[in-house]
Structures are given as C-alpha cells and as structure tokens.
C-alpha cells in the first residue's frame, strides 16, 4: 500500500495499494539533497511547456494572501483546492478586524503578476498608489526616506487593506475556477486538528466539527498563531518553532481622508512622545493609522495609550500624543480607539516549514509582526515557490510530493530567517558596538543615499529590489554576526534524516532491538527514548542490562556486539517497520503485520504511529479488510483507541467475512463474546451467530467450556421457531456440553416465541421474529412495486396467494385492475381490468379472492356484485334475494364454493351459495355489541374452513370471528379501543387465519402486522412497527396480509405502493452439523 500521489475530486480518500504492501505516510524529509538557489518568478501560462498537469487534493488552511496566491497557482496547474477560512467571507463584510493596510511593493506585485495581468489588475483599483515615505522627526522636521525618483521607474507601492486585497484575489479565484468544480471555499471554518503525517483534519463550523477527507498535502496559510504549525509542533519532535511576542501594543484608526496638513500622497511615520508612533497611510478608503505604544510607559500627564476608556480622553490624550495629526483626531476617531482591542504582533521563526503532507506558508511560517513591510510580499513569495517547485518537480520530474515539500524548506527558510533579522535589526548576541554601528550606519546610509552615494536604505531596497532576502542579510554580516550558508539550512533540515542513515549504517547505534524471531537491529538509544516515555523506560532498562532475555552474555558477545539489547516480543516484519517509522516517518508493512504493529504502537505510546496506521489503514477503501480485523482482535490485548474503534466498527459491521479468516480461529474468548453481546453487530440473522460460535469450539481443542460460556451471548428467541425446534431435540445429539447447552436454550427460548417472556435487544434485526420467523438484518424483501427488481408501478389494495402466484388488485388507477404477480420473474400480468381482456368489465374493483382452483373472485363495489373470473371467463357469484348494498369484502369457501360479502359498509355479512342469499353476521345496524359490525369501507372478511369467519371490524378496531350458525361474533384480535398497545388495533384491514385459528392483521393505523395466536390476550408482532416509512423494516398503511405455502408473510404495503415478504430462515444442515459435531 502506498499514499496516492494523485487524486481526483474531494469524494476520494486515502486508496491504499502497492502489491499488498503498505506505505504508511510519509512523516519526515525524504532522502535527497536539491538546488535552493531562489528562482526567478515566471506566470502561469509561461511554464506550461514543462510541466505536467498536477492532480493533488490540497487543503489550504487560510485565506489570506498566502493561501489565495496559492489556491490561484495551483488551481491553474490542476489540482483540487479546498480552502478553509476561519473568519467570514471578506466581501461581506466591512473593515472590522481586518482593519490594518499594506503595502505592497516591488516583491509582492512580482508574485501576484506571476498569476496573470488581470489579477494586478483587479487589486489595483482597491488600493492607492504611493512612492513616497516621509519620517517626521519632530513637528517641524521630517525626512523623505523615499521619493518617486528612488524607485527608479518602478511601479509605486500599492497600499491597501488587507481585507480589500483578499476580496480582490477571491474574486478572481471564482471568476476563473468556480465552474471547474476543483475549487471549495469554507468561510467561517476554523481548522481545529490536523495529523500532519496523513492529511486527514477537521474544522470547526459554528458548534459543528467536520471531518474533512484526507489530502495530498495540507498548506497552512494560517497566520501567525497558525493551527497547522500547532499539529505539526504536536507530532513531529525535531520540529522547533519560535513564537516571541513583540514589545508594544497597537490599534488601528481609520480617517475618512489624509490629515490636511500632511501629503495626502505620502506614507509618513510620526515619533511621538514615550516611544509611541503613528505610522499614517494613503488608502483608495481614507487614510489608515497604526498607532503603537509600550504598555506601562507614559509621558508626564498624560496617561498610557492602553488605559484608554473613554472616547473624549482618548480624543485629546492622542492629540497630545500627536500633535502633527490633532485635526484628524475627531471624536469618532476616539470612539474607535477605545472600542478596540490592543493588539500585540509576534514574531515566529520556525526550523523547518514542512512536515508529512503539511507545508507552512507566509506568517505561519515566518513572521515579523509587520515590522518590515514585507509580510505580505514573503507570504505570497511563499506561495509562488511552493507551487513552482510542486508543479515542476511533482507534475513534471514525477518527483514524490513530500520530496518536493523538503525543496521548498530549504529555498524558503534562509528567506524567513534573514527577512527576520533585518526586520528586528542586530541581536544581544552582536554586542551593544555593533548595534550601535549599525543604527549610525543606517542614518548615514539613508541621507548620504538622499545624495546619489551608496545603496538605498533597507527598508527602500526590500520594497523596491528582488534582491533575495537572505543575500541582502549576508551583507550585513558584519553588523549582524554570520548569516548561515545554505549548506547548514541543508543539515538542520535534514538533521533527522540523517538519523536513519547512521541507523542503516550501523553507526554510533548503542542500543539492539530483539524480534521474536531472534533478528537484532541495531538503533540508537537516545532517538527511540526521545519517542515516549514508555521507550524512554525500555531503553534505560535494557542499557540497565534488565532486558537481555534473549541472549546470553556470551552469545552477544559472540555476535561481536555487547550493546544493551530490548526484547519486542514482535515479529522482525513488524520491528523493522516500527523503526523506519520512528527514524524516517514511514514504512512498508505488508498487511498481515498490521495487528503487530498496532501492538507496539499502542504498548510503546507511539500516537503518532498509532494516528498514521488508524487513518491509513481504516480510510474508506484503505486497508482494514477482513483478515486486518480479524488480526487485530486476535492479538487479545488493545492496539489503539482510533483503530480500535475503527476496527470494532468493521468488524460488527462485517462479521462473517472477519469469521471466515483464519486469524478468527486464534480470537481470545472474551473478544468473541464481547463482540456477540452487541446491539450493533450485522448478520443476517441469529443463527449465523450460532454457526460462528460452534465453528470457533470446533478451531481448537479443549475449547468445550469457553463456547459454552460464548453461547451466553446468543440471543436465542432471535433464532426461527423451526430452528429453535430442529436443535432443541437433542436426541442424536453428541453428549458435549456445548449441544446439551444449545438444546436446553432452545427449549427456553421458544417461550418467547409465544410472546410470553421479556424479549431480547434486537440487534439490527427486525420483523417478527418472536412470532416464529427469526431475525432478519435487514427487515424483509420488496418482491414487487417500489423498490422490487421489476419496474411494474403497484398501488397493492388486496393480495391473495394464487397457484404459486401472487393476485394482487392494484389500485393505481380507477376501478383497479387484478395482476397475476409472478414472483420469480418480477414481473405479472393483468387478468381483469386495464390491460386485459377483461378490461371494461368492473366499475369499482373493492377486494379480491383466489380459489378453488383456478378461479378467482372480484368484488365489484359500485356494481353491488361480486364476479367470478376462470379461465378469462366471468360469472356473477352473488345471486340472490338479498341485494348487495355498499359491499367491502369477500370471501369464498368450501366445496359449494360460498360466497361470503362484508356488505352494508361492513355491517353485515350474507352468504350466497347456488343462487340462494342469507344474513350469516353482523346486525340490522353498525354497531359495536357482540351481535354488530362496525367495518366500514375498509373492513375485510376472511373465511376459513368450514365457514367460520373472521371480521376485520374496523370501525371498532377489532377482529370477530363468527362460527358457523352463530348469533354473535367473539373478539379474536383487538377490542381495546384505538390504540398501539399489543392487545389494541388501529383500523385493521386485511386479516389471513391459519387452521389453528391463529389470525394475521393488517394494523393499518399502527403501520404493522400483528399476529394473535387463539385465545390470546394481546398480539405479537410480525412485520412493521418500526413507524411509517420505506425501510425494509418498516410499513406504511399495510392493507392486507397473507401466509403462503411456505409459512412466509405477504404484506400489501399500500402506502409505499409496495409489497413485501418476510420468510423464516430454513433451517441449516450446516448449522445442524456444527452444534452436534
Ligand atoms: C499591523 C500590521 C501591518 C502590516 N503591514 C504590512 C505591510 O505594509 N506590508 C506587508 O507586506 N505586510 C504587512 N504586514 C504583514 C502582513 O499582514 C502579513 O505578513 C500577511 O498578511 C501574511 O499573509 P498570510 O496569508 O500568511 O497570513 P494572514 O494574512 O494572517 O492570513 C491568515 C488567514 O488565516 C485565517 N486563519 C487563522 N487561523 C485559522 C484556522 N485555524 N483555520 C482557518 N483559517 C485560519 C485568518 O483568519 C486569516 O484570514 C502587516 C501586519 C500587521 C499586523
């Protein structure tokens, strides 16, 4: 397995497959030393030629000019960008909390040219144009560091706030790449976690995390307290950052034009009194000021800029501050001053900017607090290398990702490094002459520059020069102490790789690691203990000579080695892969070490390794299969929280293809009966759980007690009535303890099949299994309408079992239509109605019957008759005196083929039988007495044998079965009123009764089917009663119900235009076998 290089889209997740080995994600630099000299910045369209499209899946963390510079570039060179902002989308709202300008110079309009013309084109209008910068040294004095003479031609400095240059750059990111459907942007998404060895990272949305799918490479454009630099601070042990508060704090005022006394075209910087300052821009909305002050520091009177409260002291306390600008300090520039919060920049310096898939960028890489003026130029430099270097060497050389991303370090960090040193000028460490020089020299530089002689002033030449930052350090190594060469950024980037270098070489290692196996790699005691404490332990242990287990004294030193040893108690497969991991960040395991692995991850606290493997190995299609599960829950010890969850998941999930692995055999009791107990666990019905266990006895010897005690975690009233019965008949059963155990369950449990005993959890079973059909995983089958193989749209009002068919009336259309539903085929045909020969012949088809024979009936509502159709033939079947008034149902019995009607809306019920008509039930008026039907429209009838009926009494939500010869009629289901308890219906509707006077009732009302054994006082559930809806469990408006041949349940599921079937699991030979063998 390896990490993909290439994705298509966000939908993908780690796919991990190379020859069945697994790579896990790369976690420190690669091998490889390459160029750093700093490129020139070239367009887009201008590198075409050579380099290939890029198909990374990239997170960028940040939408500030880093990140937008970055989605734009590598947007254009083909990859997917996902960008997620913490903070509103800047278009939408005004300057708040992003108040503060920019400049931007020479540097910055170079990298954002490298996108193309229309993007300089499109900030341009947001922002002012300026070349000019005046220091005022006291009210009357002031200097002009720059003019438009010192810049030589060039383009003047944009100025412009930040949010406006943002708003500029996201239009221009939509314009271009919002139909490709490779561009997301999240606004108001704050990234919260990252594991930087994986890609995989979450955001925070309002009260919300999401969990974002993994990426190829994760930019963290983040800013100066960037959570991206957080995660890999977090993970990565040779990672060092500096993050230093910067003295003095800052707010920002915001005047509707240029104080009038002052160049309105002019960037000017005032020193005021106690070492505070304003530093007042031009921009396209105002002017903007940065006024700073020290905290604690105040001048005579006047109090310090931070106690600030009230807008009027503010008003006049930062006139006296700065008197050159009193005018512009209004009252509403006072109202600003104290609504703000003081904020306080910091510097960051960070050894290295990448680490596994995470690179960092522009403030979450290097920052210098906007002491430089070139925050914002760095940042997008940042951008435009890292896409160059990706798209060049990913797209064009075929270079791995994460190689390129140690090429981006070392050409960028001597960049942030050197722009931080001559941001905050020369160190303690320079001395107090140096400095001092240094400050006489910059003075003498910049009036004597004022003169045409010597080089501009700093901040002049990084606004107006391409200079590298770190060449224009190294010439002030004399003030400054010696800037690095690049070869020792090289070594302090590769400083760990170099580790595992000295490792395969054998060098300086002074610690063995002992496999089971007897295999010794040799590492280095003081890496493996800067790990964790738990290796730290071992390490000190084994130099203590505590751990050399395996060896003798003289044996080590035999093998010319009497280095300290630790015993691993794994595989030399799985040491082997530890390591490289601990040295290089990853390795290559084949998937049967996974387990192993996990092992020492979890036991040696490696979270990291145990993190790479949880996200490598449990991603969508990654690599937990079935043996890796099975694997893992052999070892019998934890192997992680996250895998562990990922694993139980699977597992519960998958239960039988984890069963049918080898490692299954090896699973530890406990973990076998743990996963049993489950609520969660899938099968496809309980007796396969049966199966497993006696598989699992069978596996091994000595293992008859252990499956007796697994056989607790059986839900035995899950298993079907025939299955209880098949193995609780225990003659020819072995005499084990284990099949006595299943006999005596069996016997027990078929006590809830009657309903009578408390009923076990479910697991994801449903459908009537306690009134004798077992558990179903899923609920039942769709075998026609909605949700069937066949394509046929039905509106089931009525079904009847019909010659090994199906007769449904289907209701879709006006007067209904009786199809002949061929099971097998999904597929029927119409007999009676559209469609067919018969199809004029009814009016209102209310309720069908099948039977005898080949015949079937009709009942045709608005006729007032009921038909009989054979062989395409029709005869009325309802002669008689007594004429049909509002019939609802019919029914057919015996040999002289009575034909009985539920008629007067269900008020009474007539016979007919050779031309002769009788009143067998029901009353002279609906009514709800012993001697009364309520059925109304919807009322059903069901003639068993003999003649005895029963009554679907919906009106009284009731069933009533009238004997032959009877004058009342006895309450066989319900009459309890309206309601969902197990002894009350809701409008029943259908109803089918077996010989034993069981009676199944479509529970319309309830969504359900209810099964009332005779005599009972309540019913049980057979199908349904999970509320209305169209899962396989579930029913909505079930109409009717029948029993076929097979003892399976038939329901019209009127209200899903749908009809289902549950059958009872036949019952196994195999599972038969495995109990008594
Ligand atoms: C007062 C002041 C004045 C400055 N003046 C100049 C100047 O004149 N010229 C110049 O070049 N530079 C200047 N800078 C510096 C410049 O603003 C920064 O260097 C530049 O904006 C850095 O760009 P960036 O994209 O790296 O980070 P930012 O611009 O800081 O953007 C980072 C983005 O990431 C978002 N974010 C933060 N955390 C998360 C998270 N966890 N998840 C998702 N999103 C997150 C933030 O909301 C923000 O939008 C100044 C800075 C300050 C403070």
């Known amino acids: 397995m390896t990490v993909p290089r290439r994705r298509r889209g966000w939908q993908c997740v780690a796919a991990l497959s190379i020859s069945g080995a697994l790579l896990l994600p790369s976690f420190v630099v690669p091998q490889g030393s390459h160029g750093h000299s700093p490129r020139l910045l070239r367009r887009a369209s201008d590198r075409s030629d050579e380099s290939s499209t890029l198909g990374l899946s990239v997170l960028i963390a940040g939408a500030g000019p880093a990140g937008l510079l970055l989605a734009d570039r590598l947007l254009s060179a ?306 435009v290398v890292l896409a160059e270097l990706l798209q060049r060497e990913v797209g064009g050389a075929k270079r791995d990702t994460l190689e390129v991303l140690s090429m981006y370090s070392r050409q960028q960090v001597p960049e942030g490094h050197a722009l931080l040193d001559l941001s905050l000028g020369p160190s303690e460490k320079a001395g107090p002459l140096r400095k001092a020089l240094y400050n006489a020299a910059s003075l003498a530089g910049t009036l004597l520059s004022k003169l045409g002689i010597g080089d501009p002033p700093l901040q002049t030449l990084l606004t107006t020069s391409l200079t590298p930052f770190s060449d224009i350090r190294r010439d002030r190594d004399f003030f400054f102490g010696e800037f690095p060469q690049q070869e020792e950024f090289d070594s302090m980037i590769e400083r760990w790789e170099r580790l595992d270098l000295l490792r395969k070489e054998g060098s300086f290692c002074d610690v063995v690691m002992l496999s089971s196996d007897g295999q010794r790699f040799p590492s280095h005691a003081v890496v493996l203990a800067s790990c964790s404490e738990k290796l730290k332990k071992i390490m000190e242990q084994a130099k203590a000579g505590k751990l050399q287990q395996v060896q003798s004294r003289e044996e080590n030193a035999e093998n010319g080695s009497a280095k300290p040893e630790a015993v691993t108690g794994a595989s030399a497969a799985a040491v082997s892969a530890v390591l ?79 069963a049918s692995t080898d490692p299954f055999t090896r699973w530890p009791q406990k973990v076998l009966e743990h996963l049993l107990k489950s609520d969660q666990l899938v099968v496809t019905n309980e007796e396969e759980t049966l199966l497993w266990v006696a598989r699992w006895r069978g596996a091994k010897a000595g293992r008859e007690d252990a499956a007796v005690s697994v056989l607790s975690a059986i839900r035995w009233p899950l298993l079907s009535l025939s ?119 009814f009016e209102d088809m209310a309720d069908i019957w099948s039977g005898p024979d080949d015949a079937f009936y009709i009942l045709d509502r608005d006729a007032e008759r009921v038909v009989q159709v054979r062989s395409g033939e029709t005869e009325v079947a309802s002669k008689g005196t007594i004429r049909l008034e509002r019939p609802c149902g019919v029914a057919v019995e015996g040999p002289d083929r009575a034909v009985y009607v539920l008629d007067r809306e269900g008020s009474r019920v007539v016979r007919y039988v050779r031309g002769r008509s009788m009143q067998v039930a029901g009353g002279t008026e609906p009514g709800a007495g012993p001697g009364q039907l309520n059925a109304g429209p919807t009322g059903r009838i069901f003639a068993a044998k003999g003649g005895r009926l029963y009554i679907s009494d919906t009106g009284n939500h009731r069933v009533q079965r009238w004997d032959p010869g009877a004058k009342v009629g006895i309450t066989v289901a319900g009459g309890h009123g309206c309601g969902s308890g197990a002894d009350q219906l809701s409008h029943p509707g259908g109803i089918w009764a077996l010989d034993n006077g069981t009676v199944y009732v479509a529970d319309v009302g309830n969504h359900r089917v209810m099964k009332w054994r005779d005599g009972a006082k309540a019913g049980v559930l057979a199908a349904g009663g999970y509320g209305p809806g169209d899962g396989l469990h579930q029913l909505k408006e079930p109409v009717d119900v029948t029993v076929d041949a097979l003892g399976a349940l038939i329901v019209a599921d009127f209200g899903n235009a749908r009809v289902m079937r549950w059958s009872p699991p036949s019952i196994s030979t195999e599972l038969l076998a495995a109990v008594r063998g």
Not at 580 to 593: E, K, M, P, R, T
Not at 601 to 625: H, K, M
Not at 635 to 645: D, I, R, V, W
């Open 580 to 658: 490289d991991f601990i040295y290089s960040g990853q390795a290559q395991l084949v998937l049967n070490v996974v387990p192993e692995v996990a092992r020492l991850a979890r036991r040696w606290d490696l979270n990291s390794l145990q993190e790479a493997l949880a996200s490598s190995v449990a991603s969508e299609d990654g690599g937990l299969t079935p043996d890796v599960v099975a694997g893992l829950f052999a070892l019998g010890e934890p192997f992680g929280e996250q895998l562990g969850a990922a694993a139980r998941t699977f597992v519960l999930n998958n239960f039988s293809s984890c």
């Open 78 to 383: 083909g990859c997917s960008v996902h960008i997620v902002e913490a903070r509103q989308d800047p278009r939408s709202g005004s300057l708040e909390g992003r108040a503060y300008a920019l400049g931007l110079g020479l540097r910055a309009q170079q990298t954002i040219r490298t996108v193309d013309d229309k993007l300089w084109e499109t900030i341009k209008p947001s922002g002012f144009a300026s070349e000019r910068f005046k220091l005022h040294l006291s009210p009357k004095i002031a200097i002009d560091l720059r003019t438009p003479e010192d810049n030589n031609g060039l383009e003047p400095s944009l100025l412009i706030y930040q949010s406006d240059l943002c708003s500029a750059m996201l239009d221009h990111l939509e314009t271009n790449f919002g139909g490709s459907g490779r561009l997301r942007i999240s606004f108001q998404s704050r990234l919260k976690f990252l594991n930087a060895a994986t890609g995989a990272a979450s955001v925070q949305k309002g009260e919300q995390l999401e969990e974002l799918p993994s990426a190829d490479l994760v930019a963290g454009c983040d800013g100066v307290n960037s959570a991206v630099r957080s995660s890999i601070a977090a993970a990565c042990p040779a990672f060092e950052v500096a993050q230093t508060k910067l003295p003095g704090s800052f707010k920002v005022l915001r005047f509707p034009q240029m104080p009038s006394e002052l160049d309105p075209t002019a960037v000017h910087l005032f020193t005021g009194k106690g070492g505070t300052s304003a530093f007042i821009e031009p921009t396209a909305r105002g002017a903007c000021a940065l006024i700073n002050w020290r905290d604690g520091v105040n001048v005579q009177e006047l109090p310090s800029l931070g106690e600030l409260q009230d807008p009027e002291e503010a008003r006049e306390t930062l006139s006296s501050y700065f008197p050159a600008i009193a005018e512009a300090i209004t009252d509403d520039a006072g109202k600003q001053f104290v609504s703000q919060k003081a904020s306080q920049a910091s510097t960051v310096k960070c050894n290295t900017y990448h680490f596994g898939r995470a690179v960092l960028l522009g403030d979450a890489a290097h920052s210098t607090g906007g002491v430089s003026g070139q925050g914002c130029s760095s940042a997008m430099k940042d951008s």
């Open 723 to 841: 299955t209880l019965e098949a193995l609780s008949d225990s003659k020819g059963f072995a005499n084990g303890a284990f099949a006595e155990t299943v006999a005596e369950r069996c016997k027990a449990a078929k006590v809830a099949h009657q309903g009578l005993e408390a009923l076990p959890h479910v697991r994801q079973g449903f459908c009537g299994w306690w009134s004798g059909l077992g558990c179903a995983a899923k609920g039942g089958v769709v075998i026609a309408g909605q949700g069937s193989p066949g394509k046929e749209p039905l509106k089931p009002k009525a079904i009847r079992p019909h010659e090994g068919t199906l007769l449904v009336l289907d209701g879709t259309e006006e007067p209904g239509r009786v199809v002949q539903w061929f099971l097998r085929m999904h597929s029927g045909r119409s007999l009676a109605g559209k469609g067919s020969e018969l199809q004029d012949s």
